[in-house]
């Protein structure tokens, strides 16, 4: 039976932008009225929330707490935990809303506690929080010093290597994409006319939500979701099950080496920011030698902004240079990196979010 993606809605980017705004001027405040280091210590603070957040998405706690609210007791029995230990860890969770105790030692969902669960952005969670990842960061100073990434000095092997060799670990980083995209795209569908293109490329489009999404939005529209071999079980069943595997196929293959042909548009979310300048151009070459003079190439990543203006950008670009040797851009970096590969810039869409979406050509 085929199912509609569901995915959240927000507010107009006006709205959106005011609230950021405010929030910023009152965490600005909150600094300046408190000691620097008492500042400086809560943000160290965070090292233990997300371990918390990790340990109570990994156990599945908010999908066991979706039909109303359980005891400690009963959520140590169901998870297979120390009832005493689980108990101090969900007690600091809910004095950071995440959970709610709503009487001695009965803890019940909160709006942040449901972003844990299955449906929403649990696999991003415990993706970005596995011991995996507390051990790469653990040796950042080895990249400060020497500019290179330090998954292959802990892991024995760049990233998207291992991903391939470990079956487990590329399911959830799979799924964890997943859930990025289902994140972010209500904030790139009403910014762009994907409807006056007929044949879409989706480059590095893993399960394959994207594509699902414009083409259930866009009945007109046809798709290829193109990415490395071991995404092809998922992301069939995904085009299965959202019933759009009439219009849309799954080409295994690797960007490093060919681009499939005859596309209107081809699309690359959160693809280039995955890799260096000199990785960037190899794929952004192919691209050009495949991509037909009159399509169009539509990069969707974080910006950096520029100052010290605040940006998710800003905070992502540690995980790029330290698990991968990628980097965040500005939008000069990205002009810069599109001219060295032949292309030329027709415009630039701003979401809602630090994301935007920049439309090329073939110069």
């Given at each position: 039976?085929?199912?509609?993606?569901?995915?959240?809605?927000?507010?107009?980017?006006?709205?959106?932008?005011?609230?950021?705004?405010?929030r910023?001027?009152?965490?600005?405040?909150?600094?300046?009225?408190?000691?620097?280091?008492?500042?400086?210590?809560?943000?160290?603070?965070?090292l233990?929330?997300?371990?918390?957040?990790?340990?109570?998405?990994?156990?599945?706690?908010?999908?066991?707490?979706?039909?109303?609210?359980?005891?400690?007791?009963?959520?140590?029995?169901?998870?297979?935990?120390?009832?005493?230990?689980?108990?101090?860890?969900?007690?600091?969770?809910?004095?950071?809303?995440?959970?709610?105790?709503?009487?001695?030692?009965?803890?019940?969902?909160?709006?942040?506690?449901?972003?844990?669960?299955?449906?929403?952005?649990?696999?991003?969670?415990?993706?970005?929080?596995?011991?995996?990842?507390?051990?790469?960061?653990?040796?950042?100073?080895?990249?400060?010093?020497?500019?290179k990434?330090?998954?292959?000095?802990v892991?024995?092997?760049?990233?998207?290597?291992?991903?391939?060799?470990?079956?487990?670990?590329?399911?959830?980083?799979?799924?964890?994409?997943?859930?990025?995209?289902l994140?972010?795209?209500?904030?790139?569908?009403?910014?762009?006319?994907?409807?006056?293109?007929?044949?879409?490329?989706?480059?590095?489009?893993?399960?394959?939500?994207?594509?699902?999404?414009?083409?259930?939005?866009?009945?007109?529209?046809?798709?290829?979701?193109?990415?490395?071999?071991?995404?092809?079980?998922?992301?069939?069943?995904?085009?299965?099950?959202?019933?759009?595997?009439?219009?849309?196929?799954?080409?295994?293959?690797?960007?490093?080496?060919?681009?499939?042909?005859?596309?209107?548009?081809?699309?690359?979310?959160?693809i280039?920011?995955?890799?260096?300048?000199?990785?960037?151009?190899?794929i952004?070459?192919?691209?050009?030698?495949?991509?037909?003079?009159?399509?169009?190439?539509?990069?969707?990543?974080?910006?950096?902004?520029?100052?010290?203006?605040?940006?998710?950008?800003?905070?992502?670009?540690?995980?790029?240079?330290?698990?991968?040797?990628?980097?965040?851009?500005?939008?000069?970096?990205?002009?810069?990196?599109?001219?060295?590969?032949g292309?030329?810039?027709?415009?630039?869409?701003?979401?809602?979010?630090?994301?935007?979406?920049?439309?090329?050509?073939?110069?």
């Amino acid at each position: 039976m085929k199912k509609t993606i569901e995915y959240p809605h927000y507010p107009p980017r006006f709205v959106v932008l005011i609230f950021e705004r405010m929030r910023h001027l009152f965490m600005r405040l909150n600094r300046r009225f408190t000691h620097p280091n008492v500042a400086v210590f809560e943000m160290a603070h965070n090292l233990w929330l997300a371990a918390g957040l990790n340990v109570a998405a990994e156990l599945g706690i908010a999908d066991l707490l979706k039909e109303g609210g359980k005891s400690i007791h009963d959520l140590a029995v169901l998870t297979g935990t120390h009832e005493e230990s689980l108990y101090r860890m969900m007690r600091m969770l809910a004095s950071q809303e995440i959970f709610r105790e709503t009487k001695s030692r009965f803890f019940t969902l909160t709006p942040l506690a449901g972003a844990l669960q299955e449906n929403n952005i649990k696999f991003l969670i415990t993706s970005h929080l596995s011991k995996r990842q507390f051990h790469l960061f653990g040796e950042m100073m080895y990249t400060i010093r020497t500019g290179k990434s330090v998954h292959e000095i802990v892991l024995g092997n760049k990233v998207f290597e291992d991903l391939g060799q470990d079956e487990q670990h590329n399911e959830r980083f799979i799924n964890a994409m997943t859930n990025v995209s289902l994140m972010q795209i209500s904030t790139i569908l009403p910014v762009y006319p994907f409807k006056k293109y007929k044949n879409i490329i989706d480059i590095g489009g893993g399960e394959g939500l994207m594509m699902a999404a414009l083409l259930q939005k866009y009945p007109g529209c046809r798709g290829i979701v193109f990415d490395l071999p071991q995404s092809a079980g998922l992301a069939v069943k995904f085009i299965e099950r959202y019933g759009i595997d009439d219009r849309c196929t799954f080409v295994a293959g690797s960007f490093f080496e060919t681009i499939p042909e005859g596309g209107d548009l081809y699309i690359m979310k959160n693809i280039l920011h995955d890799w260096n300048d000199e990785s960037c151009l190899i794929i952004l070459r192919n691209i050009a030698m495949t991509m037909p003079s009159a399509s169009r190439l539509l990069i969707i990543d974080p910006v950096v902004e520029e100052g010290n203006k605040p940006s998710i950008g800003k905070m992502t670009d540690m995980l790029m240079m330290t698990a991968l040797e990628g980097k965040e851009r500005t939008k000069d970096e990205f002009r810069i990196l599109l001219d060295q590969a032949g292309f030329r810039i027709r415009k630039v869409y701003r979401t809602i979010s630090q994301l935007i979406l920049i439309e090329a050509e073939k110069a």
